[in-house]
């Protein structure tokens, strides 16, 4: 395999659904074709959004799935429910009527500029904040507006008192509406009217669904502070009954294999139907997918637009899939054979010696917690994932979800994998991290496993993607890249672990960097790793921000717009002396990206 493998995120199937570090399909067909042959199996055991199951698909492979995530496994098994895109757009036109036909024109608001009726595309709400000196109600878009869009400039309108994002948040409220109109080709903007709706809502069976605090992202988003701690407040009255009469139309639905596959764009709408859906004055901002940050400032969209949309999206996925299929499969009327099953890894319910090959991305430690965010789309399904079987690290103190257990759990899972693959098969594992410690973990599994890291198959992966804290800072701290490791069952004894050489990371680093000018700290970071596996190093003390304290002390700097190195000193290039995009920081965990359905 390649040293490095360099992939887009804007593939056909990748746009259809939103999913939590998603591999894309280019990065793992490489592997499937070098590992396997047609009309054998794939296995993974940690499935995710089922991108293992697109690529074996795409291949003429056959793929057994497994996770312990319903949302998971309804978006996996629908991305290889291949269906007639006419038949598709059909049957959303039809849902779409009759939820319009049940709710009336929800979307519809007069035109200040013509007084005809126009229609509605997206209207931009604000949040309200006390005064901590007066107690007034501040509208944090207008006290914005008024300092002339500089945050440190906000005060309150009533007594010129300081106000920002983290005083107590009393409400919200429309500030503009954006409308189609006869009046003009390019959308209206004015100043928002409230929404006339007569929808009882609490008349439709919209998902009565809480978000309890002992999920580690209720109190990694700070929900007991914002009030919103139900999956409905997260959307607007207006949103909420458009998406529950939506619902209940597409189950409606007869045909089995296009009801689910409307249910599938349905879902991958949620997010940007919500208020996670985060405006900017230079263009829409998508939602962050891992955590439940509502930002000052947000979007309400026009959800039949977004729905039909999407519906654009899977059926272009659709056809993509099954195009590449096409030049695998001699009778591609045959649909692929995918199975995904709720199972934990570290029970995989297959026999042994019963599969050619393994690809798998394993959740990442106390990186993310897929179950919690989950629930957001879990809400509108039939159940949950089970959380007591999560292979994460939980962040709070004294959690049960340890260290430990995910040790435990990530060896058990790659025992099974070397138990189910047959005699000469390969296992390849995705991983990032930015903690040695979490590396050596890994290490260890895999050495308990009894599967031995082939040396020259270990292959770094760039998705093209950097956190919002690294464009902001220059160096970050955050791991951008993964490493993608493949394992072969071990033959006798393994090599003992060493530990790094005195002052071997800093000369590393220093070599590294003069012979990779054109590079980041993150891809820094896993050639070092990649250096110590090769030498049978523990790794347990080689952290990303060991990398970057070398690259300081060593007179490096990067550039804040692309990440990469630089010299002190050196004269900045015309892109850093350009002002950074407005990217709102407030109480914000992970990245947000700009939204590719307006790039």
Request: glycine share 6%.
């Amino acid at each position: 395999m390649t040293e490095e493998l360099n992939v887009g995120r804007s593939d056909p199937a990748y746009m259809a659904h939103a999913y939590l570090t998603k591999v894309p399909v280019p990065a793992i067909i490489p592997f499937i074709e070098t590992h396997t042959q047609p009309g054998q199996i794939v296995l993974d055991p940690f499935a995710g959004s089922g991108m293992t199951g697109v690529a074996a698909a795409m291949t003429g492979r056959s793929a057994r799935l497994f996770d312990i995530s319903v949302l998971g496994q309804h978006i996996g098994s629908n991305f290889v429910n291949l269906v007639d895109g006419h038949l598709l757009s059909k049957h959303a036109a039809e849902v779409v009527e009759a939820s319009q036909k049940e709710l009336g024109d929800v979307y519809k608001a007069q035109c200040r500029r013509c007084k005809h009726l126009g229609h509605l595309v997206k209207t931009v709400w604000t949040i309200l904040v006390r005064c901590r000196s007066c107690g007034e109600s501040v509208n944090y878009y207008r006290a914005m507006e008024a300092a002339n869009w500089v945050k440190p400039d906000m005060v309150c309108q009533s007594c010129s008192t300081s106000v920002s994002s983290r005083d107590p948040r009393v409400g919200e409220e429309p500030v503009l509406d954006y409308l189609d109109c006869q009046c003009q080709a390019n959308q209206v903007e004015q100043d928002s009217m409230p929404p006339q709706t007569d929808v009882d809502i609490e008349s439709l069976p919209y998902p009565r669904v809480e978000i309890t605090p002992d999920r580690q992202m209720y109190k990694a988003s700070a929900l007991g502070k914002s009030g919103l701690t139900t999956v409905a407040s997260f959307y607007s009255t207006r949103n909420l009954a458009v998406l529950t009469t939506l619902r209940e139309q597409i189950r409606s639905v007869a045909d089995d294999s296009i009801r689910r596959k409307l249910l599938f764009a349905f879902t991958a709408c949620l997010t940007r139907a919500s208020k996670r859906y985060q405006w900017s004055r230079q263009r829409p901002l998508n939602a962050a997918n891992a955590n439940y940050y509502v930002a000052p400032v947000f979007y309400e969209w026009n959800v039949y637009e977004l729905f039909l949309r999407k519906v654009t999206a899977v059926a272009r996925s659709d056809e993509w899939v099954a195009a590449t299929r096409s030049t695998y499969v001699e009778d591609s009327e045959v649909g692929p054979d995918v199975e995904y099953g709720i199972s934990s890894a570290e029970n995989i319910p297959l026999p042994d010696n019963s599969i050619d090959y393994v690809f798998t991305d394993p959740p990442f430690g106390s990186n993310l917690f897929y179950a919690d965010m989950a629930l957001f789309q879990e809400a509108w399904l039939d159940g949950f994932s089970n959380v007591e079987e999560e292979a994460v690290v939980d962040r709070s103190r004294g959690g049960k979800r340890s260290a430990s257990r995910y040790e435990g759990l990530i060896t058990a899972a790659l025992s099974e994998c070397n138990r189910v693959v047959r005699p000469g098969g390969s296992i390849s594992m995705v991983f990032g991290n930015s903690s040695g410690q979490m590396w050596a973990l890994v290490q260890r599994s895999i050495r308990n496993a009894k599967l031995a890291i082939v040396p020259e198959s270990l292959t770094i992966l760039n998705k093209g993607q950097r956190s919002v804290k690294g464009l902001a800072s220059g160096f970050e701290h955050v791991a951008t890249l993964d490493l993608i490791t493949t394992m072969v069952a071990a033959d006798g004894e393994l090599p003992p672990l060493t530990h790094v050489p005195d002052g071997e990371v800093a000369r590393l680093v220093r070599g590294l960097a003069e012979n990779n000018q054109d590079t980041t700290p993150s891809h820094l970071y896993l050639e070092l790793l990649r250096t110590a596996i090769r030498n049978n190093w523990m790794v347990d003390e080689l952290n990303l921000s060991a990398v970057t304290e070398a690259l300081i002390e060593d007179g490096w700097t990067v550039q804040s717009k692309t990440g990469r190195l630089r010299r002190k000193g050196d004269s900045d290039e015309l892109s850093d002396l350009l002002p950074s995009p407005e990217i709102s920081l407030d109480d914000l965990s992970e990245e947000f990206v700009a939204d590719p359905l307006f790039s």
